[in-house]
Nanobody, 130 residues
Framework: QVQLVESGGGSVQAGGSLTLSCAAS????????MGWFRQAPGKERVFVAA????????WYSDSVTGRFTISRIDRYNTVYLRMNNLKPEDTALYYC???????????????????????WGQGTQVTVSS
């Protein structure tokens, strides 16, 4: 069972930047799709970004496209989320997830579905003030 630990959250003013990290242990994640989701108080967990094994393909939600960048360094077993031009509506608890075992091909259709991920970290809080 992979263990995921997110870090890098904090409080910033609108327009600022943060880089989140998701460090994995107990499993080599290089063969797995990975995703970032976020959850604001009282709301559901929603998709932010995802990346395939090898990092060849990435996807973003419309609300973060052009501002956020997902990446991975497999020799560090770590996935990153660079967030630029942060807005107050980006305030949330950010989680990274590791896709569950299964047909890799389905990840291209299901990357935005939280149920596609079988392992999650504890989350890191991002707070953006106006």
């Amino acid at each position: 069972q992979v263990q995921l630990v997110e870090s890098g959250g904090g409080s910033v003013q609108a327009g600022g930047s943060l880089t989140l990290s998701c460090a994995a242990s107990e499993r080599d994640i290089s063969e797995y799709g990975m995703g970032w989701f976020r959850q604001a108080p009282g709301k559901e967990r929603v998709f932010v970004a995802a990346i395939t094994w090898g990092g060849g393909t990435t996807w973003y939600s419309d609300s973060v496209t052009g501002r956020f960048t997902i990446s991975r360094i497999d020799r560090y077993n770590t996935v990153y989320l660079r967030m630029n031009n942060l807005k107050p509506e980006d305030t949330a608890l950010y989680y990274c997830g590791c896709a569950s075992d299964g047909d890799r091909g389905t990840f291209y259709d299901t990357y935005a579905n939280a149920n596609r991920y079988s392992n999650w970290g504890q989350g890191t809080q991002v707070t953006v003030s106006s």
